[in-house]
């Protein structure tokens, strides 16, 4: 088979690995977490040769995007408590001990054999099989949407993406825990250009971000992306000091927290009855209710994705907030 | 070779690297970021399972689960991280 894109899938899926390779190996961290953001948007790319491109939209915007935000962050804290501030090297407080050659040979080893048993499982599977699309397309016209991932992450599998919503909350709960006293790392000083940056492109995120959603029942998009792309407003504020979270704003936060959870689960509980189970959309309502849920789960995820980008709850004792744009 | 078969190499090439490094990078950040690798190295293996030659439909199902696990990825490591930053602080009040 003579595919023109052979080549390009090839260069492709080399860089990936190389990028891979490079992450773990680079000394510097600051270094290494952007050769991983690039190693995500490729891997990105190559989800969309895959014919996946919801997946590549939730990968570049969450596994990437945020993510990326996240390990920046938390190197400048390290780096901050550390006063290694604007130092290239940024290594851990304790010297890290040599391991001892033979632990790493066994590591090596012990990998070397779940690779090769993933490998075998994978290679030995039958290809292109029948997997689920079949079921799918025949339950497409009950889902009350006409795009299939949506009709599975909001419809067919709402459970998991009930949990997944679950996990999100969890998480922010966490982290305001652990972070609970801890000192706060000075927001990187940001130019004017970084101003005049956000102001041009948060109305442009936000049409994107409502478009990904709003599309997402008949094409890629939906309430992940666009919560992760509605997420990046709020790291923007952040980031540019326009917004400064105050004590007096946890309780909106906590409401806006709950609110995807709460409604999704309240929906889904209210719709059995009748002959029909939990998380049975009436056919008749399904698109309406569909979109109900993803609309307040985006809200949901754009606000903790933010939240978790700044960590530190917002406490009483936060002092004297320094306005940048003053 | 087909698009399937060369990702899905990909994929378990990646995984293998983020598992080696898991187990052998020094510091914290690293770790994680090793694992970051592992998970997109299993997103690799689900995406290309679900992948049909063209102009067939791929299979929804396994796109939905990745996209789950992306979120969950991320909900795990904003916890990791915040468990990170307040051990290096610990650490360093304790330098101090």
């Not at chain 1, 949407?145 to 599975?152: F, G, I, K, L, N």
């Not at chain 1, 806006?256 to 029909?276: D, K, P, Q, S």
């Not at chain 2, 187990?23 to 679900?50: E, H, N, P, Y």
């Amino acid at each position: 088979m003579n595919d023109p894109f052979l080549l390009f899938d090839l260069l492709l899926a080399s860089a990936v690995i190389a990028l891979a390779v490079a992450t773990l190996s680079v000394r510097d961290l600051f270094a290494s977490i952007v050769l991983f953001v690039i190693f995500g948007l490729l891997s990105a790319l190559a989800w969309v040769r895959l014919s996946a491109p919801d997946v590549a939209l939730a990968e570049a915007a969450i596994g990437t995007g945020v993510t990326g935000a996240l390990l920046l962050k938390t190197l400048h804290h390290m780096r901050f408590v550390t006063g290694r501030l604007g130092q290239d090297a940024a290594e851990s407080v304790t010297p890290a001990q040599p391991v001892p050659a033979p632990v790493i040979w066994a590591n090596a080893a012990l990998c070397g054999l779940i690779t090769l048993g993933l490998a075998m499982a994978f290679f030995a599977a039958p290809q292109a099989g029948p997997g689920f699309e079949a079921l799918v397309t025949d339950a497409m016209p009950e889902s009350g949407v006409t795009h299939p991932v949506t009709a599975v992450l909001l419809n067919f599998r709402s459970y998991d993406t009930l949990m997944e919503v679950v996990v999100l909350l969890a998480a922010v709960i966490a982290v305001w825990q652990i972070e609970r006293g801890l000192s706060e790392a000075p927001a990187p000083a940001l130019g004017e250009i970084w101003h005049g940056f956000a102001r041009l492109t948060l109305p442009a995120i936000v049409v994107v971000g409502t478009y990904l959603l709003w599309k997402g029942s008949e094409a890629p998009g939906g309430a992940f992306q666009s919560g992760a792309v509605l997420a990046a407003v709020g790291l923007l504020l952040l980031l540019s000091r326009n917004y400064v979270p105050r004590p007096a704003h946890r309780g909106l936060a906590r409401w806006a927290f709950v609110l995807g959870t709460g409604v999704f689960a309240a929906i889904a509980l209210l719709v059995a009855g009748g002959g029909r189970e939990v998380f049975e959309y009436p056919a008749e309502h399904a698109y309406s209710l569909i979109l109900l849920i993803e609309g307040l789960v985006t809200i949901s995820i754009a606000v903790t994705l933010a939240a978790l980008f700044h960590g530190r709850e917002p406490v009483a004792l936060a002092i004297e907030e320094k306005r940048h744009d003053t | 070779m087909t698009p399937d078969l060369i990702y899905g190499a990909t994929g378990i090439a990646v995984f293998a690297i983020g598992l080696i490094g898991a187990l052998c990078a020094q510091d914290r950040l690293r770790r994680v970021l090793a694992l970051k690798l592992c998970s997109v190295g299993a997103g690799f293996i689900l995406v290309v399972g679900a992948w049909r030659i063209p102009p067939a439909d791929p299979d929804p199902v396994p796109h939905a689960l990745v996209i789950t696990g992306i979120v969950v990825m991320v909900s795990a490591t904003a916890v990791a991280l915040a468990l990170i930053r307040r051990l290096h602080t610990l650490e360093a009040e304790d330098d101090d």
